[in-house]
Nanobody
Framework: VQLQASGGGLVQAGGSLRLSCTASGRTFSSYTMGWFRQAPGKEREFVAAISRRVGNTFYADSVKGRFTISRDNAKNTVYLQMNSLKPEDTAVYYC??????????????????WGQGTLVTVSS
């Protein structure tokens, strides 16, 4: 599967952005989908994941209550709504897909597929 992320940009602290990630192929609903991010000089970290069927989500503590992951299987797209953004949210954001993992395990695994990153910059 190929993943194409979009929606990054420059936003002031306290603002919002919505990232999108569209997948190719006809098996999108078979994948657990997730978002990761990598800040300058830091390792890539897990942000959020959503199960194959809408309903089960899991978040990193750093974004819980501010970010919402969702998916539209009819459009082969996963979203990350980011509210109350902070300068420390500045990073390149990557979407990922995995055929076998659960939402809670995705952060500890290496996903099967990665999209290209989209840069989010939050100014103070």
């Amino acid at each position: 599967v190929q993943l194409q992320a979009s929606g990054g940009g420059l936003v002031q602290a306290g603002g919002s952005l919505r990232l999108s990630c569209t997948a190719s192929g006809r098996t999108f609903s078979s994948y657990t989908m997730g978002w990761f991010r990598q800040a300058p000089g830091k390792e890539r970290e897990f942000v959020a994941a959503i199960s194959r069927r809408v309903g089960n989500t899991f978040y990193a503590d750093s974004v819980k209550g501010r970010f919402t992951i969702s998916r539209d299987n009819a459009k082969n797209t996963v979203y990350l709504q980011m509210n109350s953004l902070k300068p420390e949210d500045t990073a390149v954001y990557y979407c990922a897909a995995d055929l076998h993992t659960t939402t809670q395990a995705m952060g500890a695994s290496v996903p099967d597929y990665w999209g290209q990153g989209t840069l989010v910059t939050v100014s103070s």
